[in-house]
């Protein structure tokens, strides 16, 4: 079946880098991404990741992949205050002829001074 | 180049109405899907319309309807409203089948209230 976990929540220090991590559950999805959704807004695609890769890096965005434990994290360095959001994992799936997302339950970071 | 906009932004009905949520998706992009996300969790996959036709569906009831137009723009339409139906409802559009990488570009969304 397809499921993606992720904690809920997530305090860091500004400055400091944070990590947040997913499981899922679908061997066989593609690409797996993070989202970020601030308030009131929808969400927003932060970066992707190929599936036969190990590791990707934008910027202050560094994201893992351990396909062997089904492991997706997502590393921001020098966190801001403008990263206060809810961070979506997600993996693609195919519904019949339909390529959709599957998205967590999302991890809500929130930035302390 | 302009985005995915959804209308209306914001709306109460009553267990039993109909709502119909509009769409208009991102120029050159002829899919769109809708996601139901209710408070504190996250989208789940309603349907998705590639040229003007349902292109796969989730777990959701009958009730729940969509349309494409030739424009591309979409509705999504619930019949026989419940209150569990209460949720932001977000319209998503995509370049194409083809080339999908799973970027989606979302609307701001349609936060729909039953009471």
């Known amino acids: 079946g397809e499921d993606v976990e992720q904690s809920l929540f997530l305090s860091v220090r500004e400055g400091d880098s944070s990590v947040i991590n997913c499981t899922y559950t679908?061997?066989?999805?593609?690409?797996l991404y993070w989202y970020k959704q601030e308030p009131g807004a929808g969400l927003q695609l932060l970066t992707y990741?190929?599936?036969?890769?190990d590791m990707k890096q934008d910027q202050r965005l560094t994201v893992l992949l351990n396909k062997k434990d089904k492991h997706l994290s997502l590393r921001i360095a020098d966190t801001q205050t403008g990263d206060s959001a809810i961070y979506f994992c997600?993996?693609?799936?195919?519904?019949?002829?339909?390529?959709?997302?599957?998205f967590g339950s999302g991890t809500r970071l929130s930035i302390r001074p | 180049e302009t985005g995915v906009t959804q209308s209306p932004t914001h709306l109460i009905k009553t267990r039993g109405q109909q709502v119909t949520l509009r769409c208009s998706s991102q120029?050159?992009?002829?899919?769109v899907s809708w996601y139901q996300q209710a408070l504190g969790q996250g989208p789940q996959f309603i349907f998705q319309?590639?040229?003007?036709?349902?292109?796969g569906r989730g777990n959701f009831p009958p009730r729940f309807s969509g349309l494409q137009f030739p424009n591309y723009s979409s509705e999504l339409n619930v019949n026989a409203l419940e209150l569990d139906d209460s949720a932001l409802y977000l319209c998503?559009?995509?370049?194409?089948?083809?080339?999908?990488?799973?970027?989606?570009?979302f609307g701001e969304g349609s936060r729909l209230t039953v009471l």
């Open positions: 998503a559009s995509s370049p194409g089948l083809a080339d999908f990488t799973g970027e989606l570009f």
């Open positions: 679908d061997s066989s999805s593609t690409y």
């Open positions: 990741i190929f599936s036969n890769m």
């Open positions: 120029s050159g992009h002829n899919t």
């Open positions: 319309y590639y040229r003007e036709e349902e292109n």
């Open positions: 997600a993996e693609s799936a195919k519904y019949s002829s339909a390529s959709k997302i599957i």
